[in-house]
């Protein structure tokens, strides 16, 4: 791109995702209703653009701008769309917008590039032009201005999970008007899993007529997408130059699937569609040959509907357990020569690539499709961190970077923060040059297990997609928190006028101690700049006429303190609260019999929702582990662990200890519950504090796992304060 400009000289302009270059230029243009809409390119995509801003326009001025073709003649008054621009200056999906006094012309080379350039014009506008009623204003103007943008990245996208709680097609409808408005093109649709089969097949109608419905709470659950259904969202879609990639899970995550056709399974069944979460032990049978025809046959009917040159297939948390037990899986196996189950798993992934390739298709799978080999054409899109697209770009093969650390938007606020998911950096350091451009893009992905309505889907993805969008559209290098800070506040007041429930973040409490000897102090700080702070000691919940915050409120005695945020005098955050607790030293004990590293672990087998009293249950296992590295220790698949130690603590003082957990966790220290981290949830840190006296305490960490993830660890922050570090454990005798 030819730069205009040093981008972030002076004050940059209220647009999110930020451009790549602008220049203010003085007087800016009104439009009235008499100002016009000249499309000045041939063919009916580009004047569908015109018809696009004119319906954008109308609902909030109350009249409708007319629309004709340039042919080369303009004239004033206007806003013109033209691809009278040279492609190497703006690529596919570039723009060059100019706003003077008497027109705006919006420059690309292919209609993607428009389409990008009106959203950036819609938010050059004043924030009422996203009202969806007449709205009078003296005048509806756009400030003088030259930008020239285009994005970082190809593949900007947000996954959908449909299958744990179905969303209706004007559901998906507006899901993808919001990507389009913030410039981002691919939408992930998770049609498939084991809660559920939401795609029409015509061949195999009892994927829907059973896979489709499950029992909750008592009643019949579910639904799904005709064919009809699905042309019509992907057609949607094009016309915002979005691309609908489908998720068509295989060979695990297929439970809804194996319900409707056991035959595919290893076992035969019966199977019911599960209304819980987890991984399940049942997948595809992957020494099935009619397994691959049934695939292939459903891949058949999805690419009819689809015609997107990516098809995602899954690939995830494939348990070999069935595989290991099953006879024609042994003999697949042995027939084709692999060296176990992990290679089967590859071999299915080849197969299905090839029949892919071959229908001019290509493979997307998550980052466990790298198991035993990766298929030649696939494509890998990195969850469980970055080393998964580390490991794909060095091997030549193109990555879609979407870590649980800063993209899962079903996370809580408390996890990933807007702050922490704006930080994402799509390209590790790791990679050279040459490896970086494998590196195609990244999105956000919102599962469902947790959020059974549709409102609850807007509080989770919103802001935070808003900060991904900038994080895969924009410049690295002219990318910046602070600056991004009032802009989303500008684009918060647009979302809002669309109707979208965004999630506020509440203020937060500046330090993670709330247990003290003699006094302390509560510090809060506003989650964005100019953000007041209001907040309450009584046990009530704040309003409008609490106390301000402006500076740490002292605390001598057990106190609970309550904080929301307050903007233009509506509280617009739920009240975070804290109770301060006053605490005598915890005696110390008489420490380890022998200074054996690491923990005494008990490992237990079962499925639970919550942490269960181990002390009543018969562990499968007990051994010494160095350290809480899941990994390396033996376990069932659906189990709880009870981890006990001594640890040292070198001066008296107040203790704050952090626990991380995937599922439920929590932590004694002597016989206090100090850290509740309990219940299913994705990857979440609690902490709590301790008053300890100089020397030996016992430890206690309860936790179960009900499949999906694998983390678990504990840190600690000593009374002078400084980083967290590794809790130094030695083993309590058995």
């Known amino acids: 791109m030819a730069s205009l400009v040093l981008a972030g000289r002076g004050p940059t302009p209220p647009i999110v995702p930020l451009p790549a270059e602008w220049r203010w230029t003085g007087p800016g243009f009104e439009v009235r209703q008499d ?44 806003i013109v769309i033209t691809d009278r621009i040279a492609p190497e200056l703006v690529g596919a999906e570039g723009y060059r917008l100019e706003s003077g006094p008497s027109r705006i012309t919006i420059y690309a080379a292919k209609p993607a590039g428009a389409f990008y350039g009106i959203q950036s014009l819609r938010q050059l506008l004043p924030a009422a032009i996203e009202n969806p009623f007449f709205t009078p204003r003296r005048s509806w103007s756009v400030p003088g201005i030259t930008i020239e943008d285009q994005p970082r990245f190809p593949w900007r996208g947000l996954l959908l999970d449909v299958s744990r709680h179905f969303r209706d097609k004007q559901f998906v409808k507006r899901q993808i008007d919001l990507l389009a408005y913030h410039k981002m093109n691919v939408f992930h649709w ?64 297929c439970n809804a699937a194996l319900a409707a056709y056991p035959e595919y399974s290893c076992t035969g069944g019966p199977f019911q569609v599960p209304s819980l979460w987890g991984v399940f032990a049942d997948v595809y049978c992957a020494g099935k040959e009619a397994t691959y025809t049934f695939n292939q046959n459903v891949l058949d009917e999805v690419l009819a509907l689809f015609p997107s040159k990516f098809i995602h297939i899954g690939g995830d948390e494939v348990p070999k357990t069935r595989w290991k037990e099953c006879p024609d899986c042994q003999k697949k196996i042995k027939d084709e020569g692999l060296k176990d189950e992990a290679e089967l798993q590859s071999y299915f992934i080849h197969r299905i690539d090839a029949y892919l390739d071959k229908k001019g298709r290509r493979l997307v799978g998550w980052d466990e499709i790298l198991e035993g080999g990766l298929a030649p054409g696939a494509t890998v899109m990195s969850w469980r961190g970055m080393g998964g697209a580390i490991e794909a770009a060095k091997m030549g093969h193109d990555v879609i970077a979407s870590p649980t650390s800063h993209c899962y938007l079903d996370y809580p606020y408390t996890s990933i923060s807007v702050e922490k998911s704006y930080s994402f950096e799509p390209v590790p ?25 549709p409102r609850d889907t807007d509080r989770q ?51 993670d101690t709330n247990v003290f000897l003699t006094s302390t102090s509560a510090k809060l700080q506003p989650a964005a700049p100019g953000d007041t702070v209001v907040y309450t000691l009584d046990g009530r919940d704040p309003s409008p006429q609490s106390s301000r915050y402006r500076g740490p409120i002292p605390i001598q005695r057990n106190t609970v303190v309550k904080a929301a945020t307050l903007r233009n005098g509506r509280l617009l955050s739920k009240p975070i609260e804290r109770s301060y607790r006053r605490e005598t030293l915890a005696k110390p004990g008489s420490g380890p019999a022998t200074r054996q590293p690491g923990y005494l672990t008990r490992i237990y087998e079962g499925t639970w929702d ?121 083993a309590v005798g058995r």
């Open 461 to 511: 993805v919103f802001p935070r997609l808003s900060a991904l969008s900038e994080v895969f559209w924009s410049p690295k290098k002219f990318r910046s928190w602070t600056d991004f800070q009032p802009r989303l506040n500008g684009l918060l007041g647009r979302l809002e006028r669309q109707g979208v429930k965004y999630f506020i973040e509440p203020p937060r409490f500046a330090d």
């Open 429 to 453: 350091p790791q990679l050279n040059r040459d490896q970086a451009k494998h590196v195609l893009g990244g999105q956000g992905n919102m599962w469902a297990e947790l959020t059974p309505l």
């Open 610 to 730: 919550k942490v269960p009293n181990f002390d009543g249950l018969q562990p499968v296992s007990t051994s010494v582990a160095l350290n809480l590295d899941l990994k390396r220790i033996p376990r069932p698949e659906f189990y709880g662990l009870v981890a006990e130690a001594w640890v040292m603590a070198p001066e008296a003082g107040v203790y704050s200890f952090f626990l991380t957990s995937d599922d439920g966790s929590k932590l004694w220290v002597g016989d206090r519950l100090t850290v509740d981290n309990d219940g299913l949830h994705a990857p979440l840190e609690k902490s709590g504090q301790v008053a300890l006296a100089k020397g030996w305490h016992r430890i206690r960490i309860d936790f179960f796992q009900k499949g999906g993830g694998r983390t678990l660890d504990l840190t600690w922050i000593g009374p002078r304060g400084g980083p967290k570090k590794p809790v130094p454990a030695f």
């Open 35 to 78: 100002t016009r809409i000249v499309v000045d390119a041939f063919g009916p995509e580009w004047r569908a653009l015109g018809e696009t801003l004119a319906d954008r326009l109308e609902p909030a001025m109350g009249f409708r701008l007319a629309t004709s073709a340039g042919n080369g003649r303009i004239g004033s008054n206007t």
């Open 190 to 253: 998770h049609l498939v899993d084991d809660q559920g089969w939401r795609i029409d097949i015509e061949r195999y109608p009892k994927l829907t007529s059973v896979g489709a419905w499950r029992m909750e709470g008592g009643k019949r659950y579910g639904g799904f997408y005709t064919q009809d259904d699905i042309r019509e969202v992907v057609d949607y879609a094009a016309k915002r130059y979005v691309t609908v990639v489908p998720e068509i899970e295989m060979p695990g995550h």
